[in-house]
């Protein structure tokens, strides 16, 4: 038979005690947690729900592809929040023109960020939590990244904000914290009918997770911190290799304190396009050019450490042969 569009009461409690131990926040598993299949496709569909032809969703830029790309597929447009390096790299609510937060229906987040690797504070969310109520607009908090984290330094959950419950909702993803990335699962929390809506648009949509797919998150979310903290060993272990090799050559980067890319100022001389075509024709290195993520990208390019210890090496001595 189909799964549960909802997913298994079992997989969503399970989730919910995982809230409880990792960030201390209550959640009710029947209304409050939703299944999907990878964080990928509640992003994309929960646009469909809540969105009219021509309604403003406040995406951050440089960011994942996938938010503005939904919100174009449900008739909406995006107003680019740029994440710039004198603002640390997080979206500037001050700036955000009142006109465009009055027609915004929807706010991206993602923290730990990708491209950047930036974390955002609690008080940063709770800054959110305000702008969110006074301009009535559903927060839509990316956290796939929450568990891949460095220095002991914990990421916060944005539902862990007073009020953030009240508007809006968070995404995660079983993919970067378990090496899950092909099983296709992850879960939607927060705000109950914000969830209901994105539930309806998806059981017109999917049919579900496969039950025993679920049956394996339920097991991965009951492992102790041990396997979550021997990725981030890896992990860490692979960014110091890289960081301070990046550094010695005198490229401005900083250390990422989560996720597992590593943001970089191109030099004086290149845009990120050319500097990713010399890395490529001249050293056999491939990285992804900032401004793929959007225009505030461009002047940056993205390395990631998702390969091993070794090859990180090699690319840093690779690069100290054909300079730029």
Known sequence: ??????????????????????????????????????????????????????????????????????????????????????????????????????????MFLNSPNNPTSVVAGKEFFEKVVGFAREHQIIVCHDAAYSEIFYDGKRPCSFLEAEGAKEVGIEFHSLSKTYNMTGWRIGFAVGRQDVL???????????????????????????????????????YQERRDVLVPGLKKLGLEVDTPPAAFYVWIGVPTGFTSASFTAHLIEKAGIVTTPGNGFGDPGEGYIRMTVTTTKEQLAEAVERLQKVGW
């Open 1 to 106: 038979q189909y799964p549960s569009y909802d997913g298994m009461l079992s997989f969503r409690t399970a989730v919910a005690e995982w809230y409880q131990r990792r960030f201390g926040v209550t959640l009710d598993p029947k209304s409050e947690v939703l299944t999907l299949i990878g964080s990928k496709e509640g992003i994309g569909h929960i646009p469909l729900a809540f969105l009219d032809p021509g309604d403003v969703v406040l995406v951050p830029s440089p960011g994942y592809p996938v938010y503005p790309v939904a919100t174009s597929f449900a008739g909406g447009t995006s107003y680019f929040m740029p994440l710039v390096k004198q603002n640390g790299f997080l979206p500037d609510l001050d700036a955000i023109p009142n006109d465009v937060a009055q027609k915004a229906k929807l």
């Open 196 to 234: 209901a809506g994105l539930g309806k648009v998806k059981s017109n949509l999917d049919s579900g997770v496969f039950q025993a797919i679920q049956e394996a998150g339920i097991t991965a979310l009951q492992l102790d911190d041990s396997f979550t903290e021997g990725l981030r060993k890896i």
